[in-house]
Every structure is written in C-alpha cells, then in structure tokens.
C-alpha cells in the first residue's frame, strides 16, 4: 500500500467517434499476448465515453492510499502511487494538440468533473498526462497542462514531472 499521489490522464488511442466497451478495453489488456497484452489488471481506474458516461473499471476507495488491489497498469513506475482514468478516442494526435479536437464537449465536462471532485478528495495530488510520466508517449493526445490551467486547477496541483 502506497500514498495516492497522482492522477494521470490517458486516452485509448481510438479512432474519432470509435466507442468502446468496458469488456472491450479489459480484453485488449490481460487477454494472453498476441491477442491482449497478457496484464494482470487493466490500465485504468476509470473510463470516459464520448457521450461523457464515466464508467468505472477497478473499485477503489478515496481513503489516499493505493491498496494492492486498486493498482492499474497505467504508467511504468508510477502505478503503485497513481490513479488512471482514460478519454475514449485520442488516435492520431499529438500531446501538443488541442483539447477540443481530441475531447468531445461531453468528455469535457466529465474530465473536468472529474478532476474537480478528485482534487477535493485529494488536495495534495499532482495529475499530468501519461507523456509527462513516461517518455515516448504521446497520450492522452492533447497538452494536459494547457487543459487543467484552462479549467482552473490549481498550479500546485499540474505535474511537472
């Protein structure tokens, strides 16, 4: 069990207007290699569709700790200490893109929702986007620092990794 102190954002890499499942998503991470990528867990705590529906994947507690339990496969060396949630869709664009191309207005709100209530629970928490964590990523596809500045997170609070 680890201090819960980050919140890191993703994207699926799905095609524009491209939904996806719950099952879908946890088939593509722990079904057996070459099919899935053979994890013990999906990536993320939880997912936003397109409509903005928040859908969780792994239950967890808001107690600030991550239990053995809680830990998804979102970023290599940070998973023990972060929570994940993925954007649906994200396919083709770049970390220095714009939030309004990649994000649906419906996601928009979620995320930012998200975010919000995330940080009331825990204040001392820092989120970035997955590139920010892991060099050689390009996820969630939009400049995650020029989004939370946008919706008035706190800069204590914007990683900088």
Known sequence: MSKLKYLIIHCLDTPKGREVSKEELISWHTSPKP??????????????????????????????????????????GFNGEARHVA???G???KRTSDFDDVLTPEQFTT?????????????????GGHYQFNDGKECPGF??????????????????G
């Open 143 to 160: 400049d995650v620092t020029k989004y939370l500045k946008f919706v008035n997170v706190p800069q204590k609070n914007i990683y900088n």
């Open 111 to 127: 995320l930012q929702m998200y975010i919000k209530t995330f940080l009331m629970h825990h204040e001392d928490c820092e989120i």
């Open 35 to 76: 099919k899935g990528r053979g994890w013990k867990q999906v990536g993320y705590s939880d997912m936003i569709h397109l409509d903005g529906k928040l859908e969780n994947l792994v239950k967890y507690d808001n107690d600030g700790w991550v239990d053995s339990g809680e830990i998804t496969n979102g970023a290599v």
């Open 87 to 89: 954007v649906v869709g």
């Open 91 to 93: 396919k083709g664009f």
